[in-house]
């Protein structure tokens, strides 16, 4: 409560307030727009921040944040294209309501179930991260390179497809993490001579390359410059009932629970607790053969749980500097870009700092809503905007973020080699997500590794003899030896259900 | 050759790269009983790994996918590859203004394929967006971007 009237000063400023209405239209837009995402808008922004004092700067990141969730539904009621992957489940159900002429209703329900999830989301995030944060003090270097290491096991383990190529995008991420000057003494390594890269490369010329320049690439290369037409439809009123909404109270609250669960452990996210919040409404209902065919259950099934993902994955990120995703790895970079570090010590140093971050979360899920609400009728020109204007603003703008992070024409160089990479590596199939985790998390995970076997008597055998540390490592590496194994198990099961029933036989 | 097994050995090439310099690091003087080398080795270690992994794997027959990109959207990337390697050049020698516009210029043409933009009103869009770039990041957010060489010459 203590900070309460600073937050609210610091928030309600014209400057800022201005910052975080921009940042949740600019998060909707790019969010709405399919082939942009809110990870994108806030990789764009960044260079904006540099001049700014931490707490408008990040206000205006977090802001973006939540639009760009946000926004990804309007999409799909709209065009049946998810904006972001966190909407693709809402899509199964959004499309068909508004083929059936129900527009309004599905980004209604859309907007409502987004703000629930995100609002009290971020409240429970709030109260939880400061106690997680005490909690996180009193861990040692073990157990901190443990949770790193769960963090990146995680999120390989979730490589679609093929884990190979997870791990080798995380070996990848370390090895550009190690690039400069090493943690602790300071060698400098891989630097090849370069003054540019005693101090490593830099964090904004690798995201910004990764994330941006690849993906201009990849869309130009694939032709991906225009959007399907819009459906045409009268916007008018909420859309919904309140019956409605309290006949799916049950659905809501459920569906609010798998949201911040999922987006407290590290590499699941928006995207996967909506398929699993889908799955679980449809499994409960008593009429499951309407899905598919525009149900509103599921809307507000998916909506509230991809935006409660928000508060949830905010949780490790502001008490143990993880990120949860790669949007919040982002965060995580633009903090440490500001000059805070991330972890259980940012609440406990920058206590004001750490609220203000909750209070624009706060913030912009309100903004968001009356946002939506107001400009719903705007929608549909939305996704008219034109691809061969925006991208080379996009790509101009990456170019002016790089080379004002350093001022040195070096880091536009380091921003087209990473962009390279970052396009050769989508030819390869190889995750761009655990590279990035990898790369941000590499000098945090190497201190911890140095120090735990420093501190040690006996060494590296430290990690394996402390409890939470040993549980840790084991779960990791379960995590990975399963996603092994996952296919082959999926493959025996399909084998068994496949082959005629002996029993069946006999008779 | 299959792509995955081509990835395989481009990447075993560079682990291995990277376990030779590895070695040939510097001893530090500061360093602690896990040196600087420790890191970058298991990195590259995990890295030749996965390299063999790929290269040694079986090939599902059934998984064939699509092709990444046709030829024509492999000659859209090199194209647009060419023209954002030149921006850094144009960058140094001829300053922000002109660097920003003649890439939005050359940027909108590429992505209007159907041509539909007139040359006017690209040129236009494309002095508007870098004029209020320009006085955004120079005057409001005090962020200086180069004037290019060739007038820091002219200017002596």
Known sequence: MEYLSYVAASLLSPGTFGLVFAGTVLGIIFGAIPGLTGALAIVI?????????????????????????????????????????ASVATTFEAWPLAKKG????????????????????????????????????????????????????????????????????SAIGFLLGSVGAAPICGTVRFSFGLQGLYSGIPLAATMIGFFAVSQILVDFGKGNTRLPEVTKAKLRGLGFTFREMRENTWNILRSFGIGVGIGFLPGLGPGISSFVAYAKAKSASKHPEEYGKGTIEGIWATETANNATVGGAIIPMMSLGIPGDSTTALLLGAL??????????????????????????????????????????????????KFHFLMPVIMLICFIGAYSDTNSMFTLVLLLVCGLIGFLLSWADIPLTPLILAYILSPLLETQLRRGVSYSRIGPWEFFTRPLSLALLLISVFSIVYAFLKPTLKRRKAAVAASPNPRDGAR | MKKDRLVGMVLGIIS????????????????????????????????????????????????????????????????????????????????????????????????????????????????????????????????????GAVLDFIKG
Request: proline letters at 7%; hydrophobic letters at 55%.
């Open chain 1, 102 to 169: 129900g527009v309004m209703k599905a980004l209604g329900i859309g907007m409502v179930a987004s703000f629930i999830g995100t609002f009290f989301s971020c409240l429970i995030a709030l109260f939880l991260s400061p106690v997680i944060a005490s909690f996180a003090v009193k861990l040692g270097p073990w157990e901190i390179f443990g949770l790193c290491f769960l963090a990146i096991s995680l999120i390989v383990s979730l490589s679609e497809g093929n884990v190979t190529k997870g791990l080798a995008a």
């Open chain 1, 45 to 85: 922004l960044l260079p904006f921040t540099y001049a700014m004092p931490p707490e408008p700067g990040i206000a205006l990141l977090v802001a973006i944040y939540v639009g760009g969730i946000s926004g990804g539904f309007i999409a799909s009621a709209l065009i049946g294209i998810p904006g972001t992957p």
């Open chain 1, 336 to 385: 440490t870009i500001q000059g805070m570090t991330p972890g259980p010590l940012l609440m406990e140093n920058h206590p004001q700092f750490s609220y203000v971050l909750f209070g624009a979360l706060l913030l912009s899920a309100v903004l968001t809503l009356i946002l939506q609400f107001w400009g719903m009728r705007f929608f549909p020109k939305l996704l008219q905007i």
């Open chain 2, 16 to 147: 291995i790269a990277f376990l030779i310099m590895t070695y040939m690091l510097p001893k530090s003087k500061y360093s602690t009983a896990v040196g600087p080398e420790v890191f970058p080795y298991f990195a590259a270690g995990g890295l030749l790994l996965c390299a063999l992994g790929l290269i040694f794997q079986r090939e599902d027959p059934k998984k064939a996918k699509a092709p990444f990109l046709d030829k024509k959207g492999w000659l859209r990337v090199l194209r647009l590859g060419g023209l954002l390697a030149l921006f850094p050049v144009i960058f140094i020698f001829l300053g922000f203004i002109v660097a920003a516009f003649a890439l939005l210029f050359a940027m909108i043409r590429m992505f209007d394929a159907e041509r539909k933009v007139p040359l006017w009103k690209n040129a236009a869009v494309s002095g508007i967006i870098t004029v209020f770039l320009y006085g955004l990041f120079t005057y409001l957010l005090k962020i200086q971007l180069p004037q």
